[in-house]
C-alpha cells in the first residue's frame, strides 16, 4: 500500500508539470494587457511600455516560463503584478479560510445530503422520498447568490441572529457553509439514494433480515458502508471543487478566499496569481484523489492495492 | 447662610439637569466607522492609480492643497501660494510645525523630494502626467518652496490637489527600502504622511483599518477611534450589511436598493454628482462617423432624459457639457434634445434616408447598468432608422481593443467614462479633445480632430485669469457639442447609504468616501 501510495504521489509531478504549462500559455494566448490594465485609461503608450518591461512581460514565453520553474523550485511562486504582495503568502492566507469554508459545507452537505439519501431509498416511492427528491432539485437548481443574500436577508437584517459577512468567528461561518453546502447536500442526497437502492436489492440484506436483525442495523452495518463507495467519489470530487474556491459565495459573504482571488486575478491578467492558484487547485484535485482511492480501501476489503 | 441653604437644591437641580443634557450636545468622539467597499486598495503609494487607494491616502498623506465638495481649491499643507505674472513660476508658503507620524518635519525639503520623486520619468509613475510641466522645484527657505515650467501651465495647482501626489516622509519610504515601479512596494504597503490617521492593520481583499493620530496638526482633529473599510464585492451584500448593522456606510448602492433604503428610518441615503461622464464615443476617421450631420443625428435620435430617469433611477446628470459639474471650467453648454423626427432629417441630408446599421462596443459591469444603458440606446436608435448590433467583453479586453491605433482599429462605436480627477478642465477636455492625444500615445480613442478645439485648448493651459480661462473652456466646449464626436449620455451620481448616526462623512464628487472629519454618535 505504501508502494502505491509513493506512486501515485510521483505520478502527480509530471501531472502538475502538465497544468502549468497549460495554464501558463493560455493565459497569456487569451486577450488583455496586464500592463495596459496596470496603467488605466489615461496612461500614454510609452508608460505601459515601461510597465511591460518593468514586469519582465516583454521577454520571450519560454524565458519567461523558465524563470518560472526555476522560482518554483526555490518555492517562489513570485509576486503579483498588481500589488506585488508575494502569491505564497496570498495563497498562504486565503487557503485556510476556503479550506474552513469548504470543509464546513461538506460538513453540512453529509448531515444533511446522507440521512435524507437514506431516507429516500427505505421509504422509496413514497411522499417521504418524492419530498427530498424535491428538495434535492431545488438545492441543485437554486442560484448560490440568489440563496446567500436570501439567508442574509433573514438571519442576519431580519432576525439579527447572525453576521451578515465576515469571516472572524464560527458564527461567520454558518450561513455561507448551509449556501455553499445546498448544492452539494443536493448531489450527495442523490447518489446516496441511488447506492442505497441498489444496495437493498442485494441477497445479503434480504438474509439479513429474514434472520430478524432490527432495520436500522440492517441500514447502518450492512447496507450503508457498501453503498458509501460512490458517494465517497462524489464527495472526495465536491471538496475538490469546494477546495477550488467558491466565487460566488466568497462574494455574498465578503468571505477572502481563494476563488476570488482567483477570478479577480484572471480579470486583471494577474499572471503570477492565476498560476500560483491554479498549480494549488491542482495539487489539491491530486491529492485528494488519492484520499479517496486510499478510502475505498477502507470501505471494501474486497480492495487492495499493490 | 440661610440663603445658600435656600438655594441650593436649585442649583443643584440645575446641575443635575446640566449633566444629563449637555452631553448631548457635546462632539461625539471615540468609536469605529466601518465602511463597506467592493474593491481594495492596491498600493498606498505614488503608483496609486484608483479611488480605493486614493481615499485612503487622503487619510495619511495629505496634500499640498484640496479640492473642496463645491469645486473650490483650498490650502491644506500649505499656507499660501502665488503665481508669476508669465504664469511660469508658483511660489508655495508651507505651513510651519508640522511633522510627519514618523517624527520627522515636513519641510521644503520633504515637499522637494516628493515632487521630484513623482515627477521623474525614470520612477514610471502612471500618473507623472500631472507635473510633466515642472521643470524644476526649489527648496528657497525651510518652508518656501519654489515650483518652475517650462510654460505657464495653471492646472498644475488643481493637479497639486490630487491625492496621488499626497506628501510621503522621505525617511520612511527610504526606511521601508524604497518605492519600486511598478506598484510602489515595499512602502506602498505602510505609508506615512501628516494626516489625521495612520494605517493599523491592512489584510488585503478583507480590510484596511487606519487608527487616530493623536498629535494630528490640524484645527479639525480626528473624531474616531478607526476607521475600517472592509471589502464586500458584491452589491446587494453589501447593502444588507449595512441594514444589519454590521457596517455603517456602504458606498456604490445600486439605484433598486434607493427606494427600499429610503424607508429605514436607521438609514440615510447620499446622493453626489460624480466627476465621472459616461458616454458612447464615435471613430470620427471612420465612415460615416466622419460626418457631423451622422453624430448629430444619433443624439437626436436617444433619449437620454428617459434613461436617467427609468434605467439609473434618476441618480445620474444629462451631459450638457463634456465635463461635470463641479469641475473648474465646467458651463453648461448645449443639450441635444430628444427628436426623431431631426435624427432622420440629419441622416437623410447627410446621405442615409433609409437608416444605417453600426455596432456598438461597451461594457458590462464596468459603469453603473452600462449593459442595460447600451441596450436602451440600441432601443432607441432603431425608431430613427439605425440597427445597433451589442457587442460586450469583459474589461480587460474591451480596455485593449478600444486602444488600438485609428489605422489598425475597426471599432465604430464604443462606450467609456472619464472620471475627470483632478477637479480641472484641462484633464477632461485635453485628454480626450486634443488632437495630440489620440490613443494608443495617449487617451483619446475617438480621434477626434478640430485645430480650432486644439487652439483653445492649448491656451486655455496658460491663462492665468480664472475668467478668460472659463470664457475659453466655454467656447471649446461649445464646439465640441456642437461637433458631436460623442453620443453624450450623462454624468454619473454617487449613491451612498448610511446609518443615521454617522455624521461629518464627505462623498466627494471624485468618487472617494472622506472620514477625516467624520463622527459616529452614541
Known amino acids: 500500500m505504501s508502494r502505491y501510495l509513493l506512486k501515485r504521489l510521483l505520478l502527480a509531478v509530471p501531472v502538475l508539470l502538465g497544468v502549468s504549462i497549460v495554464v501558463f500559455t493560455m493565459i497569456r494566448l487569451i486577450p488583455g494587457d496586464p500592463a495596459l490594465l496596470m496603467a488605466g485609461q489615461a496612461a500614454t503608450e510609452e508608460v505601459v ?22 522560482n518554483i523550485a526555490h518555492g517562489d511562486l513570485g509576486r503579483s503584478l498588481f500589488n506585488g504582495a508575494a502569491v505564497t503568502e496570498e495563497l498562504g492566507q486565503r487557503f485556510p479560510r476556503t479550506a474552513r469554508l469548504a470543509l464546513a459545507a461538506i460538513l453540512v452537505a453529509l448531515l444533511i445530503g446522507v440521512p435524507a439519501g437514506i431516507l429516500s431509498a427505505t421509504r422509496h416511492l413514497s411522499w417521504v422520498d418524492t419530498f427530498f427528491m424535491v428538495l434535492a432539485l431545488a438545492g441543485v437548481s437554486m442560484p448560490v447568490f440568489w440563496l446567500g443574500l436570501n439567508l442574509i436577508l433573514i438571519f442576519a437584517v431580519r432576525l439579527q441572529w447572525l453576521p451578515a459577512i ?12 448551509f449556501t455553499l453546502g445546498a448544492a452539494s447536500a443536493a448531489i450527495i442526497a442523490r447518489m446516496t439514494r441511488s447506492a442505497m437502492l441498489e444496495v437493498l436489492r442485494h441477497d445479503y440484506v434480504r438474509t439479513a433480515r429474514a434472520k430478524g436483525v432490527a432495520e436500522s442495523s440492517v441500514i447502518s452495518r450492512h447496507a450503508l458502508r457498501n453503498a458509501l463507495i460512490p458517494v465517497v467519489t462524489v464527495v472526495g470530487l465536491q471538496l475538490g471543487t469546494l477546495l477550488s474556491g467558491a466565487v460566488l459565495t466568497e462574494s455574498v459573504f465578503a468571505w477572502p478566499g481563494v476563488g476570488r482571488l ?26 485528494l484523489n488519492v484520499v479517496v482511492d486510499m478510502a475505498y480501501a477502507v470501505l471494501d476489503p474486497r480492495i487492495r492495492y499493490e | ?81 502665488s503665481l508669476s505674472a508669465d504664469g511660469r513660476t508658483m511660489t508655495i508658503k508651507l505651513r510651519r510645525g508640522i511633522r510627519f507620524t514618523d517624527g520627522t518635519p515636513f519641510d521644503a525639503t520633504a515637499v522637494k523630494w516628493n515632487l521630484d520623486f513623482f515627477r521623474n520619468p525614470a520612477n514610471r509613475i502612471q500618473f507623472q502626467f500631472l507635473v510633466s510641466e515642472v ?213 437623410t441630408e447627410a446621405g442615409f434616408p433609409q437608416g444605417l446599421n453600426v455596432t456598438i462596443h461597451h461594457p458590462s459591469g464596468r459603469y453603473v447598468q452600462d449593459a442595460a444603458v447600451a441596450a436602451a440606446v440600441q432601443a432607441q436608435l432603431r425608431d430613427a432608422g439605425i440597427n445597433a448590433r451589442l457587442v460586450t467583453m469583459e474589461w480587460a479586453t474591451y480596455l485593449q481593443v478600444t486602444n488600438r491605433p485609428v489605422e ?46 486644439d487652439g483653445l485648448l492649448d491656451q486655455a493651459r496658460a491663462i492665468t485669469d480664472p475668467a478668460r480661462r472659463a470664457a475659453t473652456y466655454k467656447q471649446a466646449m461649445g464646439i465640441i457639442m456642437q461637433d458631436a464626436p460623442w453620443l453624450f449620455l450623462h454624468s454619473e451620481s454617487q449613491i451612498t447609504a448610511l446609518r443615521r448616526d454617522v455624521q461629518g462623512l464627505i462623498v466627494h464628487p471624485t468618487e472617494r468616501v472622506l472620514a477625516y472629519n467624520a463622527r459616529v454618535g452614541r
Open chain 2, 135 to 347: 521643470t524644476s522645484v526649489d527648496v528657497v527657505d525651510s518652508n518656501t518652496v519654489r515650483i518652475s515650467s517650462g510654460r505657464a501651465f495653471v492646472p498644475l495647482l488643481a493637479h497639486l490637489t490630487h491625492d496621488f501626489i499626497g506628501m510621503h516622509s522621505p525617511a520612511a519610504v527610504e526606511r521601508a527600502g524604497g518605492m519600486q515601479a511598478p506598484v510602489g512596494m515595499p512602502y506602498g504597503r505602510a505609508p506615512v504622511g501628516t494626516g489625521p490617521y495612520v494605517l493599523k492593520e491592512w489584510v488585503r481583499g478583507d480590510r484596511l483599518v487606519l487608527e487616530r493620530n493623536p498629535n494630528y496638526w490640524g484645527p479639525n482633529k480626528p473624531a474616531l477611534d478607526q476607521i475600517v473599510w472592509r471589502v464586500i464585492p458584491d452589491d446587494g451584500a453589501r447593502v444588507l450589511a449595512l441594514e444589519s448593522g454590521q457596517i455603517q456606510v456602504a458606498v456604490r448602492v445600486p439605484p433598486r436598493d434607493t427606494s427600499r433604503l429610503v424607508l429605514n428610518r436607521d438609514i440615510r441615503v447620499d446622493r453626489t454628482s460624480s466627476l465621472r461622464t459616461i458616454y458612447m464615443a464615435f471613430n470620427n476617421q471612420r465612415r460615416p462617423f466622419t460626418d457631423a450631420r451622422v453624430r448629430q443625428a444619433f443624439n437626436y435620435a436617444v433619449n437620454k432624459r428617459a434613461i436617467v430617469q427609468t434605467i439609473l433611477g434618476g441618480a445620474a446628470r444629462v451631459s450638457d457639457a463634456p465635463i461635470a459639474p463641479g469641475i473648474v471650467g465646467y458651463a453648461p453648454v448645449m443639450t441635444y434634445a430628444y427628436d426623431i423626427n431631426k435624427a432622420k432629417q440629419l441622416l
Open chain 2, 408 to 453: 489598425q482599429t475597426d471599432i465604430e462605436m464604443f462606450m467609456l467614462g472619464w472620471g475627470t480627477v483632478t477637479g480641472d478642465a484641462d484633464y477632461g477636455l485635453y485628454s480626450l479633445f486634443h488632437s495630440s492625444q489620440w490613443a494608443p500615445g495617449g487617451s483619446s480613442r475617438f480621434f477626434y480632430k478640430n485645430t480650432q478645439v
Open chain 1, 166 to 177: 465576515g469571516h472572524e468567528t464560527w458564527k461567520h461561518l454558518i450561513l455561507p457553509a
Open chain 1, 262 to 287: 482567483l477570478v479577480d486575478a484572471v480579470l486583471a491578467r494577474d499572471y503570477p496569481v492565476i498560476q500560483g492558484a491554479v498549480l494549488l487547485i491542482a495539487t489539491m484535485f491530486v491529492l
Open chain 1, 49 to 70: 511600455r515601461q510597465i511591460r518591461q518593468s514586469l519582465g512581460l516583454d521577454r520571450p514565453i519560454v524565458v519567461q516560463y523558465a524563470y518560472f520553474i526555476r
Open chain 2, 1 to 81: 447662610m440661610a440663603v445658600l441653604k435656600r438655594l441650593f437644591p436649585v442649583l443643584l437641580a440645575v446641575t443635575v439637569a446640566a449633566i444629563l443634557v449637555l452631553p448631548s450636545f457635546a462632539q461625539q468622539t471615540g468609536g469605529t466607522l466601518i465602511i463597506g467597499r467592493g474593491a481594495d486598495s492596491v498600493t498606498l503609494s505614488y503608483y496609486a492609480t484608483a479611488a480605493p487607494d486614493s481615499e485612503v491616502l487622503a487619510h495619511i498623506a495629505e496634500t499640498l492643497f484640496r479640492l473642496t465638495p463645491d469645486g473650490k481649491i483650498v490650502p491644506h499643507l500649505a499656507e499660501s501660494h
